[in-house]
């Protein structure tokens, strides 16, 4: 659980934390289809994570950038 920080670090946290786990529900469904052999499918979810791990940088950095600058959770 991540320690109370001021009212923008804990939005920044929470949309941080929403996308983790959209994330971890693209990476199983594509494991799901990996194992059944569709290629077409993979492929799809596979660009859907490909963005996926772009906006988790993003959202990351954001978060990391505030706590810095801002200096809430020292």
């Known amino acids: 659980m991540p320690r109370k920080g001021c ?3 804990d939005r920044l946290f929470k949309e941080a934390h ?4 959209k994330l971890n529900l693209l990476t199983g469904r594509q ?3 990996f ?3 569709d ?3 993979f492929m799809k979810i596979d ?10 940088e993003r959202r990351i950095g954001a978060l990391r950038q505030h706590d810095e ?6």
């Not at 929403?18 to 786990?21: A, F, G, K, Q, W």
């Not at 660009?47 to 988790?56: D, H, M, S, T």
């Not at 600058?69 to 020292?74: F, L």
Request: proline share 0%; charged share 40%; with cysteine.
């Open 31 to 33: 494991l799901e289809v």
């Open 7 to 9: 009212a923008e670090h």
């Open 39 to 41: 290629n077409d499918a």
């Open 18 to 21: 929403e996308h983790l786990m």
């Open 47 to 56: 660009r859907e994570v490909e963005l996926a791990l772009g906006e988790k």
């Open 35 to 37: 194992d059944s052999g």
């Open 69 to 74: 600058e801002h200096g809430c959770m020292d």
